[in-house]
């Protein structure tokens, strides 16, 4: 019988996944080539710039003037150097550093959430991958016994020990064996270019995939990471984002309030002048400024407003959010362990099974029992196989959807 071997071996330490390429590489290829992750980068970039720009506006500033000039047979010449520094702002740079630094590190979570959804959608390829290479490989063997079958029935009926009934029977299960191993070659074949997209790696690439057994305690070791993930659920990257967004509106309100606060800044200016009456002149120029300017009220007020409105929106979302995540892990939770529990059920009938189909061999090669007895046994353990590996993989993916919603990114704990 065919032993039941689970291929995930995506992030396994002791050999390449399929090849020469090992899952981490498609994830890296994936990450690098996704669109939407190349937006988030740039955003970042120009968020940390927009941060770093703030520390400019206490830098002097200087200006370099010069100037010539004719009237009839005169002329001058005037030569000015001046610097510009700023005292004190009343709060003004301090709002806009503030606010540029919440933006950076929203934009930093933001590209994490991206990053994220990368990776969980490279697991889930995988993962079905995965299994359409299991399905293949019980299928063909059903195939293998299917055939044997049809065969015994047709040396049973030519011999009149069968009803032609049987015969049929026979044909039409393999007929729908043949008919699901078709369908799961050409599922298999699209899951495998569709990864190719995703992460560039020619799909070809992706057909020497190997295998590793699964653990008989799979389902209890994956009930454990979850465990570990619903104890760092505050690190979900979407809630960091939100956070972060509503902190930088309740900034950014405080921004235009600064905007409206005087300036104290100190100017001095060194002049040089020479014309035909005067050769050279020198004059040096220092002031205090002292400079407000006063916003319209109502235009004033109506832009805090509007950032009022805006941050009430946000804190909405971030409140919906918040509720949605609970419900969805609640949700997802109680649905593992129902899954978890067909799964150990399936487990302790697939023992009983092959303890059944070892007896049923055993009469067999005594002559106690029919190639047709034997042919059943068989049938039934590849039946229930194939159940166990698409439960399994249910299994997988709800611990894979439980990952999404924490927005985990490493996800070796799942894996042997």
Known sequence: MLTYWVMIGLWCLSGPAFGQVWFDDI???????SPALAKERLKTEESQLDQNLVGYRWLPRTNLTAAESRNEDKSARRFSLSASQMIYDFGRTSALSKQASLTAESSSFRY??????????????????????ELLAILSEQQKFAQKK????KENYRKGLRPEG???????????????????????????AELGRLSGIDGDRLKELSSLKIQDNAGL?????????????NKNFTAAYLDKEYEASLSEEEKIRAESRPNLDLNVTFERAQSESNPFKNRVMGEVRFSWEIPYFGQHRDRIRKIQVKTEGVKKEQNEFLLKLGDDIKTSKEYFASQQAQWAALQQQKKRVDRQLVLIKARYESGKASTLELSNAQSEALNLELELAKTTFQLL???????RLFEVQDLKGVFS
Do not use: C, P
């Open 27 to 33: 994830l890296a290829s994936a990450l690098e080539r």
């Open 112 to 133: 994490e959430k991206a990053k994220s959804e990368v990776t969980y959608q490279v697991a889930v390829l995988f993962s079905k991958l995965m299994l359409q290479r």
């Open 150 to 153: 049809v065969y015994s029935q």
């Open 166 to 192: 049987d015969l049929l029977a026979a044909e039409v299960e393999q007929g729908r064996v043949e008919i699901a191993l078709l369908k799961a070659k050409a599922e298999e074949e699209d899951i495998r």
């Open 221 to 233: 070791k994956w009930a454990g990471v979850v465990q570990i993930w619903a104890g760092h659920a």
């Open 397 to 403: 993916n709800t611990v894979l959807e439980i990952a």
